[in-house]
């Protein structure tokens, strides 16, 4: 089985201590070869490359260990409050946070094509993973990482069906009432059950306020939000505009960056949006795409600063199931990037792991 690796500069000169492989399970680089200087490192490590497990971590299998985690948290936060603990939340934020070090690209983008809770769990999943990457990027301690990754994870604990009817249809008067109660009555229940973390309180309170003053429960601005919670808040709101609502389709990164820097601008922390553009581009893990040679394919992995060089078809020009999917160079004519593309219920079923290779 091939996990992901990163290329370490500190191998420049050195001989490759292990097999390189392509997404497809082509070989790139034997064990042994020798790095002989800046630009043969900076050639191989453009590409996204891969080695075969071994042992410890590497034996975990992220996907299905994802979709066995999700199941046990949709029945502990859908269930009676009573069954709620502290330290059973920091376990499941500290699995998430697991499973992301060991294969980030893929829990960024299975859970978008591959749903692993139901909608409502699926998108605070996908928000506590964009906010470790951003987390990451700000040189948070793997204390507050612990905390973020609990907040997005509880963020909308006070009430899940709440928020898949808001995912799934209209609110009622009531429901908008609630909706904007929702994060101040989650840290309650957080309270409740033993949270004294308090970068965790305050991130979920805080995840709906808006730098400009205009947001809930509390109408906070500018430095009275705190860090976390404005990380948070772009995830979640990130995560929202990529899943769509039953009254728009799913946006493309293009426009949703483009409303972020306009209308929404005084919203959100322009600098972690920034960030996240910069870290992720406009073709994150789990983008479906044609192909100039019509080919259906998916973005896998992310290059570097968000530049994408490869896809993976799994969809040949006639619709056909591609077995196995294929690793295509975006770079090349005959597959250059044409358009996004949402799944199409018409296609044939889709074994979605082995686009990461599992």
């Known amino acids: 089985m091939l996990r992901p690796v990163q290329l370490d500069p500190a191998l420049i000169g050195q001989p490759l201590p292990y097999d390189l492989y392509s997404e497809s399970g082509v070989l790139l680089a034997g064990a042994g070869l020798c790095l002989a200087d800046a630009a043969h490192y900076q050639k191989l490590a453009a590409r996204s490359l ?100 609990a907040a ?110 306009g209308g929404e601008r005084a919203h959100l922390d322009t600098q972690i949006v920034n960030l996240l553009l910069r870290r992720v581009g406009l073709y994150p893990p789990g983008t479906l795409v044609r192909l100039a040679n019509r080919e259906t394919a998916c973005i896998t992995r992310l290059g570097r600063n968000g530049q994408v060089h490869f896809a993976t078809s799994f969809l040949d020009a006639r619709g056909r199931a591609l077995d196995p999917p294929r690793e295509r160079n975006l770079e090349t004519r005959a597959y250059a990037l044409r358009n996004h593309l949402s799944p199409d219920p018409a296609w044939p079923a889709i074994a979605w792991p082995l686009l990461w290779g599992y």
């Open 50 to 149: 891969y080695r075969r497990a071994a042992s410890g971590n590497d034996s975990v299998q992220p996907l299905p260990r994802l979709r066995e985690i999700a199941a046990h948290t949709t029945n502990l936060v859908t269930g009676p409050q009573a069954r709620l603990s502290e330290a059973e939340l920091r376990l499941l934020a500290r699995a998430f946070i697991a499973l992301f070090r060991i294969d980030p690209d893929a829990c960024l983008g299975y859970p978008r094509l591959a749903p692993v809770a139901p909608p409502g769990l699926n998108h605070d999943l996908h928000a506590l993973f964009i906010s470790i990457l951003l987390a990451d990027q700000l040189e948070f301690t793997e204390q507050r990482i612990e905390s973020l990754a």
């Open 152 to 261: 997005a994870l509880t963020m909308n604990i006070a009430d899940m069906s709440l928020h898949e009817r808001s995912l799934n249809g209209g609110l009622s008067s009531s429901d908008q009432v609630a909706m904007r109660a929702h994060p101040g009555h989650a840290a309650n229940i957080l309270e409740g059950c033993g949270v004294t973390d308090s970068e965790w309180l305050d991130s979920v309170r805080q995840h709906h306020e808006n730098l400009n003053g205009g947001g809930y429960p509390d109408k906070l601005s500018g430095a009275q939000i705190g860090l976390a919670a404005r990380v948070l808040h772009v995830a979640d709101v990130y995560c929202d505009k990529l899943a769509g609502r039953h009254y728009r389709p799913p946006k493309t990164l293009r426009l949703a960056f483009k409303e972020w820097f």
